[in-house]
């Protein structure tokens, strides 16, 4: 098992920045992938940010330029650091760890953390 805290929502004016941070319970090192996802009320859960074994990232397109995701070892932690907020951004967010069985992948969410962004 895995436990994932997450902290650093909040609300912020469009063009603000946040930085999440998502703490877990285990050395990062047993992570296939580590990512930030986010659900707006209404839509579904979509990928943030991600960074894959090997320190690979990908983000979607809408935060490109705008999101960092980063992770500390030493601290078992994962960043999110979101740079020029709008407010389509406002949604919960969502850290997700990923470990790489065999035959299986195991994931493990966070309990979330609100961002508001307000125009």
């Known amino acids: 098992q895995v436990q994932l805290v997450e902290s650093g929502g909040g609300l912020v004016q469009s063009g603000g920045s946040l930085r999440l941070s998502c703490a877990a319970s285990?050395?990062?090192?047993?992570?296939?992938?580590m990512g930030w996802y986010r659900q707006a009320p209404g839509k579904q859960r979509e990928l943030v940010a991600v960074?894959?074994?090997?320190?690979?990232?990908n983000y979607a397109d809408s935060v490109k330029g705008r999101f960092t995701i980063s992770s500390d070892n030493a601290k078992n932690t994962v960043y999110l650091q979101m740079n020029s907020l709008k407010p389509e951004d406002t949604a919960a967010y969502y850290c997700?760890?990923?470990?790489?069985?065999?035959?299986?992948?195991?994931?493990?969410w966070g309990q979330g953390t609100q961002v508001t962004v307000s125009s």
């Open positions: 997700n760890v990923k470990i790489l069985n065999t035959t299986y992948v195991e994931n493990y």
């Open positions: 285990k050395s990062l090192f047993r992570f296939y992938a």
């Open positions: 960074i894959i074994s090997g320190g690979v990232t």
